[in-house]
């Protein structure tokens, strides 16, 4: 079994930055892609940033390209997504997932990933 725990949520401006953190324990996970998901009230959870289990590779949501930073340090077990340029609709309850599987890729869709922890919310207020 895999726990992950975010850090690093808060109420920001608009324009203001945020890095948030997702620390893995349990299990080693240097071998398998994560990635960050968020949530707003109302909507479907979606896809917002991964990495794959080197850093090599990385994907991003369309509306986030440009604005987020996903990276690793897989001597910590940590994921980390730098927010900057915080827009309002990126308000949501952000979540790290862990995707159990030795497959370098990284899926957009929530059902492929195996862990998840318990989220961190991020208010951008205008």
């Known amino acids: 079994q895999v726990q992950l725990v975010e850090s690093g949520g808060g109420t920001v401006q608009a324009g203001d930055s945020l890095r948030l953190s997702c620390v893995a324990s349990?299990?080693?996970?240097?071998?398998?892609?994560m990635a960050w998901f968020r949530q707003a009230p109302g909507k479907e959870r979606e896809f917002v940033a991964g990495?794959?289990?080197?850093?090599?590779?990385?994907n991003y949501a369309d509306a986030v390209k440009g604005r987020f930073t996903i990276d690793r340090d897989n001597s910590k077990s940590m994921v980390s997504l730098q927010m900057s340029s915080l827009k309002p609709e990126d308000t949501a309850v952000y979540y790290c997932?862990?995707?159990?599987?030795?497959?370098?890729?990284?899926?957009?869709?929530?059902?492929?990933?195996?862990?998840w922890g318990q989220g961190t919310q991020v208010t951008v207020s205008s």
């Open positions: 349990g299990r080693p996970v240097n071998s398998f892609s």
């Open positions: 997932a862990l995707r159990w599987k030795p497959i370098v890729t990284i899926p957009i869709q929530s059902d492929e990933y195996t862990y």
């Open positions: 990495i794959t289990w080197n850093g090599g590779l990385t």
